[in-house]
């Protein structure tokens, strides 16, 4: 069983940067594609980006894009998602995931995945 545990979240100003950091344990040769969603109060939860874990290919929300790079280090089993130039809009809480093998949805739909993290709070101020 994968347990996935993020961190990183915090208060940055508005033009600010952060990092946020999923270790994943246990079985993580059946993790396929990582990815992070994030939701806001009163707000479905909503894709950022993912990174399939062979092949490092990776994908972005339209919102995040040029401005987030998602990353991994396999040897430490986690995942980053660098976060730049940040704004208010992008305040929420963010969550990391795994997408197993042969999902049928798309890497930016959330019943893609199987695992989620706690979650971490995210809030910028303008």
């Known amino acids: 069983q994968v347990q996935l545990v993020e961190s990183g979240g915090g208060l940055v100003q508005a033009g600010g940067s952060l990092r946020l950091s999923c270790a994943a344990s246990?079985?993580?040769?059946?993790?396929?594609?990582m990815g992070w969603f994030r939701q806001a109060p009163g707000k479905e939860r909503d894709f950022v980006a993912a990174?399939?874990?062979?092949?490092?290919?990776?994908f972005y929300a339209d919102s995040v894009k040029g401005r987030f790079i998602i990353s991994r280090d396999n040897a430490k089993n986690t995942v980053a998602l660098h976060m730049n130039s940040l704004t208010p809009e992008d305040t929420a809480v963010y969550y990391c995931?795994?997408?197993?093998?042969?999902?049928?949805?798309?890497?930016?739909?959330?019943?893609?995945?199987?695992?989620w993290g706690q979650g971490t709070q995210v809030t910028v101020s303008s």
């Open positions: 995931a795994t997408r197993p093998p042969g999902s049928i949805y798309s890497v930016n739909d959330p019943r893609a995945y199987s695992l």
């Open positions: 990174l399939t874990w062979g092949g490092g290919d990776t």
């Open positions: 246990g079985r993580t040769f059946s993790i396929y594609t």
